[in-house]
């Protein structure tokens, strides 16, 4: 199935991408194209493959069929190492849990990534209060992140993710395990920082409240993006008025 | 009003009297509240002047109108057209979206698209309201909240209606 996409272009893509997990397939030939700065929302009931299709396209796994194609190049074909580095330098992520380090301090955690990436100690660390006070979390700097409450870790689980200027920004039920009100701010700082550095983000989640926050939703069923939601346009003519008594 | 509609769409499976009109009515979709004999009469009256359904010869016997109605292709263009536009998103539509699926089932129309294109329009509207919600005053923010929790109850029931489908046509194609 082709989908739109934003006017800057296709960044990602998945085409006709198949993968099964011993004898269950969880993706039967699910394709979507993804524009450059576009904010793209993947929904699905449970089980529909919309978390592995995200993992498909981040490179975390590696299809058994099908293409994926990142800045006009196979992303698929890549071998694990290739794909490692990429995931280190173009892609960020922001899932639900476990993204982070929790002995270590929130600091440490946004600045790791840098430091992997061969950043000067002084500069990671110097980014990382930027980030962390862009998100509202720069006097929880020095705290171990296992000791923070769930919206300040995911602040800090974002301020991660944007540190290193990725061009894709994946995140898988990004709010699951906040309250309302929390999981609210967290998805209005990740979209509001997203669209200010021009960042790419895909969105798993089942809330169809995250997926406001999108400018485009797709659905998966049983494998495949079965529905583009973004050419929707407000009810037409009112039928009922027509016959109304 | 679906009213009308309704009853146009319980004509499309075969032509009727008023009496069994109500009848069907009230048991698929009155949901306790039955449709008075007058309002079937006259909502009649009003689709048969409107080039919607004909009546047929009066027949012999008691009651007030012993005629059959039968749809018309202006009717029947008109119910298709009904099914396939999303209702307003806005919350409290439960009880259209109700007729719609439940008489799209009955009729053996795609009750899935129908309900995927009442979800675009809902997340269309959510992502509007999302967007007022950043951007506007508090007191707008609390009115958005209020209608985004309800079409999200919408949607929810969206999804769960989608799941039950198969179920659904069955049952509704045994009563």
Same mark, same amino acid.
């Given at each position: 199935m082709n989908t739109p996409v934003a006017a800057g272009g296709t960044l990602i893509e998945a085409r006709d991408v198949h993968k099964s997990f011993g004898q269950t397939p969880a993706l039967r030939g699910a394709s979507v194209a993804v524009g450059r700065g576009e904010i793209l929302a993947i929904m699905g009931p449970s089980g529909s493959g919309k978390s592995?299709?995200?993992?498909c396209l981040a490179g975390i796994f590696a299809p058994d069929r099908g293409e994926v194609w990142f800045e006009g190049n196979r992303l698929d074909t890549l071998d694990e190492a290739a794909r490692t580095k990429l995931r280190r330098t173009a892609f960020g992520f922001v899932f639900q849990f476990g993204q982070l380090v929790p002995e270590l301090t929130a600091a440490d955690n946004v600045a790791m990534p840098l430091l992997l990436n061969r950043v000067r100690r002084r500069t990671a660390y110097q980014t990382a209060g930027t980030w962390l006070d862009k998100l509202g =979390?720069?006097?929880?700097? #020095?705290?171990?992140?296992?000791? !923070?409450s769930g919206g300040e870790a995911q602040r800090v689980a974002i301020a991660r993710a944007l540190a290193l200027g990725p061009k894709v920004i994946f995140a898988d039920e990004p709010t699951g395990s906040l309250d309302s009100l929390t999981g609210e701010k967290v998805m209005d700082l990740l979209v509001s920082l997203a669209r200010e550095q021009g960042t790419?983000?895909?969105?798993?989640?089942?809330?169809?409240?995250?997926?406001?926050?999108?400018?485009?939703? =797709?659905?998966?069923?049983? #494998?495949?993006?079965?529905?583009? !939601?973004?050419a929707a346009e407000a009810p037409a003519a009112k039928h009922a008025a027509k016959a109304a008594n | 009003m679906s009213v009308p509609l309704t009853l146009l769409g319980l004509l499309e499976r075969e032509p009727s009297h008023g009496y069994d009109l109500k009848r069907d009515y009230?048991?698929?979709?009155?949901?306790?509240?039955?449709?008075?004999?007058g309002q079937v009469y006259a909502t009649l009256g009003r689709l048969a002047r409107d080039g919607r359904?004909?009546?047929?010869?009066?027949?012999?016997?008691?009651?007030?109108?012993?005629?059959?109605?039968?749809?018309?292709?202006?009717?029947?263009?008109?119910?298709?057209?009904?099914?396939?536009?999303?209702?307003?998103?806005?919350?409290?539509?439960?009880?259209?979206?109700?007729?719609?699926?439940?008489l799209a089932l009955m009729l053996g129309k795609p009750a899935e698209a129908y309900l995927d294109r009442q979800r675009a329009a809902h997340l269309v509207r959510m992502r509007d309201l999302t967007e007022l919600k950043r951007t506007g005053p508090l007191v707008d923010?609390?009115?958005?909240?209020?209608?985004?929790?309800?079409?999200?109850?919408?949607?929810?029931?969206?999804?769960?209606?989608?799941?039950?489908?198969?179920?659904?046509a069955e049952a509704v194609r045994k009563r």
């Open positions: 592995t299709l995200l993992h =979390v720069g006097d929880k700097g #020095g705290r171990r992140t296992g000791e !923070l790419t983000v895909i969105i798993v989640t089942h809330d169809a409240r995250v997926a406001a926050y999108a400018d485009r939703v =797709v659905m998966v069923r049983d #494998g495949l993006v079965s529905l583009d !939601l973004s | 009230d048991e698929y979709f009155g949901r306790g509240k039955q449709l008075p004999f359904v004909e009546p047929g010869e009066a027949e012999p016997g008691d009651g007030p109108d012993r005629k059959r109605y039968a749809i018309t292709d202006i009717g029947r263009a008109e119910v298709d057209a009904w099914l396939a536009d999303p209702v307003e998103p806005e919350p409290h539509l439960q009880t259209v979206l109700f007729s719609k699926v439940t923010v609390l009115l958005a909240d209020h209608a985004l929790f309800h079409l999200e109850a919408d949607l929810r029931w969206i999804d769960l209606t989608s799941a039950r489908l198969t179920e659904l």
